[in-house]
Nanobody, 112 residues
């Protein structure tokens, strides 16, 4: 199983970025994103299930959109109206039954 995240970068406040996470090795029941800012705990951001159920953290609701292309086995996170407090390393994760998998982080930096 491999999860390859990409799409991070430097953007000004109010801008947008789109993260991608390409998965291989299996089809997962749940896929989602966490983020971790320096010296802070990892924070759950959003997740989507194979039946289309979607949930967001309150801090990103209305600004971020998670989606999933099941045939391509790829997860996306469209991030709009970015704020400096969104600055973090973003990690995709995937879950199948009781097994969980993590991708490497992709850095998002939002300048004020």
């Amino acid at each position: 199983v491999q999860l390859q995240a990409s799409g991070g970068g430097l953007v000004q406040a109010g801008g947008s970025l789109r993260l991608s996470c390409a998965a291989s090795g299996s089809i997962f029941s749940i896929m989602g994103w966490y983020r971790q800012a320096p010296e802070k705990q990892r924070e759950w951001v959003a997740e989507v299930t194979t039946d289309g159920s979607i949930n967001y953290a309150d801090s990103v609701k209305g600004r971020f959109t998670i989606s999933r292309d099941i045939p391509k086995n790829t997860l996306y996170l469209q991030m709009n109206m970015l704020k400096p407090e969104d600055t973090a390393a973003y990690y995709c994760y995937a879950q199948k039954y009781s097994s969980g998998y993590w991708g490497q982080g992709t850095q998002v930096t939002v300048s004020s």
